[in-house]
């Protein structure tokens, strides 16, 4: 079945980074997408940028840009979110969810279960 | 950006009555291929979102028949036909029709 596990949960200090990583199953990894999204606490949902997990090719929320760097391990089946200069309005639960295959337009369907990411001094 | 309102923030609802939420777009979703990208995700409490209903109507396999949806263009709606205990929790409305994906505020369902 179509698993996305996610790190555990982190603490970081203001100006620190963190790498958050989304392991895939049950699927081949290349063929779906995959996004990134976060919810802080009160707030909706936040996308923060897609990977292409064929080419690598990304996009990413203009909200997030020059902060945020997405990469993948083929060979591990996992993608990768870096977020750079955290400030405590960071603080929130981070998603990874699968987008459809390439070439297809769609919703999000599996999400990963979160990490909670704790930004404080 | 696409604005996602939806309404209400919470709804309290005796078992087996209905419930409906409404989501409403910043401007249009259909996309050029004449599809219209609104999903509808429900969220318990420290777990992760399960899609339920994409494409407007489209239900998830596995989802129960009592979730449908409805609505086109900007207009939508999430109906519960009897709500059940399972169905607490957070109910939200997507679009995927453009990047970014943006979602609705939630709304809360709870059993009166």
């Known amino acids: 079945q179509v698993q996305l596990v996610q790190s555990g949960a982190e603490m970081k200090k203001p100006g620190a980074s963190v790498r958050v990583s989304c392991e895939t199953s049950?699927?081949?990894?290349?063929?779906?997408?995959l996004n990134w999204v976060r919810q802080a606490p009160g707030q909706r949902f936040e996308w923060m940028g897609w990977?292409?997990?064929?080419?690598?090719?990304?996009r990413y929320s203009r909200e997030f840009q020059g902060r945020i760097t997405i990469t993948r391990d083929t060979s591990a089946n996992t993608a990768y979110m870096e977020l750079t200069s955290l400030t405590s309005e960071d603080t929130a639960l981070y998603f990874c969810a699968r987008s459809p295959p390439i070439g297809v337009t769609g919703s999000v369907d599996y999400w990963g279960q979160g990490t909670l990411i704790t930004v404080s001094s | 950006d696409i604005v996602m309102t939806q309404t209400p923030l919470s709804s309290s609802v005796t078992l087996g009555q209905p419930a409906s939420i409404s989501c409403t777009s910043s401007?249009?979703?259909?996309?050029?291929?004449?599809?219209?990208?609104l999903s509808w995700f429900h969220q318990r409490p420290g777990q992760a979102p399960r899609l339920l209903i994409e494409k407007i109507s489209h239900r998830l396999s596995g989802v129960p028949d009592r979730f449908s949806g409805s609505g086109a263009v900007t207009d939508f709606t999430l109906n519960i036909s009897r709500v059940e205990a399972e169905d607490v929790g957070l109910y939200y409305c997507m679009q995927a029709t453009e990047l970014p994906l943006t979602f609705g505020g939630g709304t809360k369902v709870e059993i009166k």
């Open positions: 401007q249009s979703l259909i996309y050029s291929d004449g599809n219209t990208y």
């Open positions: 990977l292409n997990t064929g080419s690598g090719y990304t």
């Open positions: 049950g699927y081949t990894f290349t063929t779906y997408p």
